[in-house]
Structure formats: structure tokens, C-alpha cells
């Protein structure tokens, strides 16, 4: 079974800096998803980023990013400039690509402040 | 589209009694999830289903009950309480496996008393 592993249970940042987030993540598969979610206090579930696993490049979205690497199973968020709207639980996930496996699992979560 | 609605958003219950949550996706999505969020746990797959009539058992689902008879609902049923149950339940879909973007509906807040 796969794990999904957050360290860190919380952490704060200055407004307008940068703070990267970590996870860990423990398969035997060689395809898979990898997801990160942003859980605001309305509790909704937004998805941020997501990445192939198959591909070497790591994704971006805006001030999001990731560093993805597979060999040493670690999947971090990079947030630039952060922003008040950017504090949330953010979670990590990942997902299997294999027919009959279409689940995710998710870490424990970080909790994100941003200090104004 | 209304994307993923969750019914009811908030409910009561004593321990011993029954319940059903309903999720609905108007997006044509063939896989649907309920999954449960307890603190410093993160969300925990209970139940999902990959396609109409299909149903599948996740990481934690005794105590629970599921069916998809129409592809665009998915209920969650509590057959007897527990206070154990107690929890935020989120419903998901997803497309399907090369789209797979889950969406994710509102959050029911369930207390077993």
C-alpha cells in the first residue's frame, strides 16, 4: 500500500516570501499522480498542482511550484510571494495509474499561517 | 454545473441511528469517492466507485455502506451510529483515469451524540 508522509504539521511565513513545503512518499509502482490540495477554512478542496510522475520536468502553476524527485520520493511546494489568501491546510496526495488501483491517499497535512 | 453537492451539510445524530448522504456530480464523471476528515488524520478513503453499479471498499469502511445506482449519485449510509463516526465526510469525482483532477463537494459535518 502506498503512504503519504507530511513532517511538517505547521509552518508560518512572512508575506512575501517563500516557504516550501515537504512530502514523502512511499510505492512500488513506477506510475503514478502526484497532487498537492489547499483546504481553506470553508474547508473546500481546491487542487493546486499536480504532476506525472513520468515527467522529469517539474510542474508550475503561478507562484506554485514543485520540486519533484522520484528517486528519492519527495514531492515539496514551492509558494512564492506569498499572499493572506494563501493560508490554508494544504495536503499532499498521491494516485495511482494502474487500471483498478483509482484512489488517492492523502498525507496528515500542513497547517500554513502567513504573518502579515 | 454545480459541480460536486453534498446533502445535507450538517447533521446530528444519537448513537444507534441511521443516516444517508447523498453526492451528486452534474460533470458526467465515472468515478465518485467519499472519504472522511478526522484532525491530524488528513482525508481517509472510505468507500468509491468506478463506474454506475460499481462499488469499491477503501482504507476505512466498516461502518459504512455505499451504492451508485445512477452514475451521477453516490450515497454514504450510516446503518447504526457510532461516535466514532463523527467526522467531516467529503464526496469526489474525477472524469476518468487520464483526467484526474478529483472535485470535491462542500463537506457534510456529521456528530453521533
Known amino acids: 500500500a502506498q503512504t503519504v508522509t507530511q513532517s511538517q504539521p505547521e509552518m508560518s511565513v512572512q508575506e512575501a516570501e517563500t516557504v516550501t513545503l515537504s512530502c514523502t512518499y512511499d510505492t512500488s509502482e513506477s506510475d503514478y499522480y502526484l497532487f498537492w490540495y489547499k483546504q481553506p477554512p470553508s474547508r473546500q478542496m481546491i487542487l493546486v498542482i499536480r504532476?506525472?510522475?513520468?515527467?522529469?520536468q517539474n510542474a508550475t502553476e503561478n507562484r506554485f511550484s514543485v520540486n519533484f524527485q522520484k528517486a528519492a520520493k519527495s514531492f515539496s511546494l514551492k509558494i512564492s510571494d506569498s499572499q493572506l489568501g494563501d493560508a490554508a491546510m494544504y495536503f499532499c496526495?498521491?494516485?495511482?495509474?494502474?487500471?483498478?488501483?483509482?484512489?488517492?491517499?492523502f498525507g496528515t497535512g500542513t497547517r500554513l499561517t502567513i504573518i502579515p | 454545473n454545480a459541480g460536486v453537492t453534498q446533502t445535507p451539510k450538517f447533521r446530528v445524530l444519537k448513537t444507534g441511528q441511521s443516516m444517508t448522504l447523498l453526492c451528486a456530480q452534474d460533470?458526467?464523471?465515472?468515478?465518485m469517492y467519499w472519504y472522511r476528515q478526522d484532525p491530524g488524520m488528513g482525508l481517509r478513503l472510505i468507500h468509491y466507485s468506478v463506474g454506475e453499479g460499481t462499488t469499491a471498499k477503501g482504507e476505512v469502511p466498516d461502518g459504512y455502506n455505499v451504492s451508485r445506482l445512477k452514475k451521477q449519485n453516490f450515497l454514504l449510509g450510516l446503518e447504526s451510529a457510532a461516535p466514532s463516526q463523527t467526522s467531516v465526510y467529503f464526496c469526489a469525482s474525477i472524469e476518468d483515469r487520464v483526467y484526474n483532477e478529483q472535485f470535491f463537494g462542500p463537506g457534510t459535518r456529521l456528530t453521533v451524540l
Open positions: 504532476q506525472e510522475a513520468y515527467k522529469q
Open positions: 460533470m458526467n464523471h465515472e468515478y
Open positions: 496526495a498521491y494516485r495511482s495509474a494502474y487500471f483498478g488501483n483509482e484512489k488517492l491517499t
